[in-house]
């Protein structure tokens, strides 16, 4: 295997190599301006370690795959054209009301209780640049009223003289017959041919999401659209280098469904959150492949904390309907709890409770922390790492940055000690201390929330500053086993590098599996297996268009079921994917019955409410090559190594300073056990083992935080 992988972050660009028997990590610092740039600093210190000249890599490897928060960050700065909707005559409000309470979505759950004190999100489309055409669909996709052509003309007309740079189309009922919106993609080219209106991207709602619900539909178009542009420029721009370092393979993008495709074949709206997405699939990978059991992966890297859910068996939770920014859209995308709490996470002081205020602003790569003495000003995360002794100023990142103790103490003092009246290495422990404690309530609330209990839990920690903060977080959260996984600094990259191509395809539908009036089961086999029919066919169509052969594409059938009138779906993943007979209806009701009660307690599963399925789901994959994870288990004695050289160290559990052991990577030797308070540093990530813990590292290169 020859591979190449890369997770763009917020504040680092880490890329994971692949060469034959080597495995290689690296990091540069992200360059936002020209993300190619980052790429090639990371890729030649991955080829400088692995003895390798870029242009040999780039034309021996099999692919390049990327992981980006390119889209997220332009969400969060609203940096995007011009987007224009038509949409159904009468459903010119639909998407300025957002369902009424849509200005909820998107805001913490504090916020959330108090609604009227709550503010609406910029619009991404202005009233002024909705217009609606007359046409009408039923929800059976028989045509009421016919596309009247001129309308459509004049509304288009109208949206492109006030400014519109996309053009999105959303009517309703557009998932039962998608004609009117392909025909005004046909009147659009033919009034505004591509010699004339240049590339304005134009995007039918049907496209986007296959499922019912005329509001979601619409915002998931309109987020796709005013991504298109930044993430075609983008993703462009690293294609573009690809090609002239002597790359000559289609890149590959990773979606936040899980898999990858090439980038003709992808949705702006597919890259929202990629990056950390692809480290809940590695953990996802690392259940399957140790029987580890229920895993809660946390990445901390620059900017940002991300938990991810894999309970035993490596069964990833999706959200459906998530919210991206401020926006419900429809997108199936493994869930994912981000907390703006991150190494560069902004520490400030509260007026209001006298206390310390992290993020989520983040000082992100450019300026950076103030230690990176950059012409950042205010104290982060990292700051108060470095003054409590964490960090080592000539060797952070490899010594690829100089850290300066003088200019941390200085943006600590200016912002904490003075109003807190506490000393510099008191308002670092209470950093520290605070942004550990932010972490654990989220990974405690997410676990809870879902019926789960954080100790039986294994906590994945990984991200260039996870297993440095993991024992505190651990501490705050009642876990007792955390796992630094192989490759922890880049393990979101190696995930990338494990993923499938994939693509999910899905379809409203109303199908009731068991009528509880009535007291009857399915028996329409033929209209069921014909929509799975055509949303295989779509699925292979994708795989097959990107090259890969037809034999090789695999299918796997998803159905969202609910009880009765519940308001909240379950997926779940059926073992078959046709109906048969009586039986086969049974079997998917069984199936159905096991996950709920799995998922929500013994005993709770209403089968007498009756059992409906809202939408049907197929996902179209290719399996490939993977990087493998051994056992992580080791039975034979340790001993305690030898330290290199000893530091003054802070924590906050203990007063005063701590005379701390520090160790290189040669104490990572399954023989040895490291007892806290210890600090272990290496070329990518430092591990901290705080006093109560002890440290077991694992003969592939995994590390074990073990409480004592």
């Known amino acids: 295997m020859k591979r190449i992988s890369v997770d763009i972050g917020g504040t680092f660009t880490d890329c994971f190599f692949v060469w034959d028997d080597k495995h290689i990590e690296a990091k540069a610092l992200t360059t936002h301006h020209n993300l ?23 034309a021996g490897v099999d692919s390049v795959r990327y992981a ?9 700065e609203r940096k995007g054209p011009k987007v224009g909707a038509l949409v159904t005559h009468g459903f010119e409000d639909t998407i300025p009301l957002s369902r009424g309470r849509g200005y909820g979505e998107g805001l913490d759950p504090s916020q959330q209780q108090n609604l009227a004190a709550g503010q609406r999100p910029e619009p991404l489309v202005p009233r002024k640049l909705i217009r609606s055409v007359r046409e009408r669909v039923r929800s059976d996709g028989k ?13 288009v007309r109208e949206l492109v003289d006030n400014g519109a740079e996309a053009l999105v189309v959303s009517f309703t009922n557009a998932t039962e017959n998608p004609d009117h919106e392909q025909r005004v993609l046909e009147i659009i080219l033919e009034e505004y041919p591509a010699h004339q209106l ?54 590959l993008v990773i979606h936040n469904s899980g898999g990858m495709a090439q980038t003709n074949s992808t949705d702006a709206l597919q890259t929202i959150h990629s990056g950390p997405i692809a480290g809940v699939g590695a953990g996802e990978h690392l259940s399957n492949s140790t029987g580890i059991g229920h895993i809660i992966s946390t990445d901390m890297g620059g900017t940002s904390f991300d938990i991810g859910l894999v309970p035993e068996g490596g069964v990833k939770h999706y959200d459906f309907q998530p919210t991206i920014d401020r926006w419900l859209v429809s997108v199936p995308m493994i869930h994912l709890l981000t907390l703006g709490a991150g190494g560069g996470s902004i520490a400030s002081y509260d007026r209001i409770y006298n206390s310390i205020k992290l993020g989520p602003e983040s000082a992100g790569s450019d300026p950076g922390p103030a230690c990176y003495d950059r012409g950042g000003l205010k104290p982060t995360v990292t700051d108060a790492d470095l003054l409590l002794g964490y960090l080592d100023p000539d060797n952070y990142a490899n010594g690829y940055i100089k850290l300066s103790t003088k200019r941390a103490r200085f943006a600590v003092e ?33 676990l809870r929330v879902r019926g789960y209990l954080p100790e039986d839990f294994t906590m994945l920690a990984y991200g260039g500053n996870g297993p440095l903060h993991a024992c505190g977080i651990a501490d705050h959260a009642g876990i007792s086993r955390i796992l630094a996984p192989p490759f922890a600094s880049v393990f979101s990259a190696c995930g990338a590098g494990n993923m499938s191509q994939l693509h999910f395809h899905e379809r409203g539908a109303h199908v009731v599996m068991y009528n509880a009036t009535t007291r009857g089961l399915y028996d329409n086999y033929d209209e ?49 994917r046709r109906l048969t ?25 209403a089968p007498e409410a009756g059992i409906r399925v809202q939408t049907i789901r197929v996902a179209s994959y290719v399996d490939g090559d993977a990087v493998q994870f051994e056992a992580l288990e080791h039975t034979g004695d340790r001993s305690e190594p030898e330290p290199l050289s000893h530091r003054t160290m802070h924590f906050a559990t203990i007063d005063g300073p701590i005379d701390t052991p520090v160790y290189d990577q ?23 083992v705080e006093p109560g813990w002890r440290l077991e590292p694992t003969p592939q290169g995994a590390v074990w935080f073990l409480k004592n």
């Open 143 to 155: 045509v009421v009223v016919p596309l009247d052509e001129k309308n459509v003309r004049e509304m």
């Open 198 to 251: 240049g590339a304005i991207p134009v995007l039918l709602g049907h496209q986007v999401s296959g499922r019912k619900g005329e509001y979601v539909r619409a915002t998931s178009t309109i987020v796709d659209g005013f991504l298109h542009e930044i993430m075609f420029h983008a993703l462009g721009q690293l294609s573009n280098n690809l090609r002239e370092s002597g790359y000559d393979k289609p890149m």
């Open 68 to 76: 980006t928060t390119l889209g997220t960050n332009a969400l969060i």
């Open 666 to 688: 040669t104490a990572l030797s399954d023989q040895n056990v490291i007892h806290g308070p210890a600090l272990v540093t290496t070329e990518n990530t430092t591990y901290l």
């Open 528 to 576: 069921f297996n014909s929509i799975v029919q055509e949303l295989e066919s779509l699925g292979t169509a994708d795989l097959v268009r990107q090259g890969l052969p037809v034999e090789s594409v695999e299918h796997r059938l998803e159905l969202d079921m609910r009880y009765g009138n519940q308001l909240v779906t379950t997926a779940v993943v059926m073992d078959i």
């Open 414 to 446: 200016e912002e904490l000690c003075d109003n807190l009246d506490i000393d510099v290495i008191e308002a670092a422990k209470l950093i520290k201390d605070s942004v550990d404690e932010q972490m654990a309530i989220g990974i405690g609330k997410e």
């Open 36 to 58: 190619a740039q980052g790429f090639n600093e990371a890729l030649d210190l991955a080829c400088l370690r692995a003895d390798l000249e870029r242009e040999e890599v780039l």
């Open 581 to 605: 007979g009586v039986g086969d209806v049974l079997r998917m009701i069984r199936t159905f019955s096991e996950i709920y009660a799995q998922r929500y307690g013994e005993g709770s599963e």
